[in-house]
């Protein structure tokens, strides 16, 4: 954790698009990918995090192992 401390930064999040997705809860994860300009988010519970009722096609959703299979 404290690697990822190191390299990551603050993201302030200036608006409130809600995707409403199943669990409340998770809606927090994509505002901040999008305010972050991410181009991924990294899961393991992935098919709730693409039900939500706005896309953003840029966005990929995927689990762990999916993102370990792409990297370089």
Known sequence: ???LARVGRWVPVYYGWRPNLPDEGDNHLIELAIAG???AVVAHNVRDLTRGELA???LR???LAQFLEELP
């Open 1 to 3: 954790m404290a690697a």
């Open 61 to 63: 959703v995927l689990t």
């Open 37 to 39: 300009h991410a181009q």
């Open 56 to 58: 953003w096609p840029h």
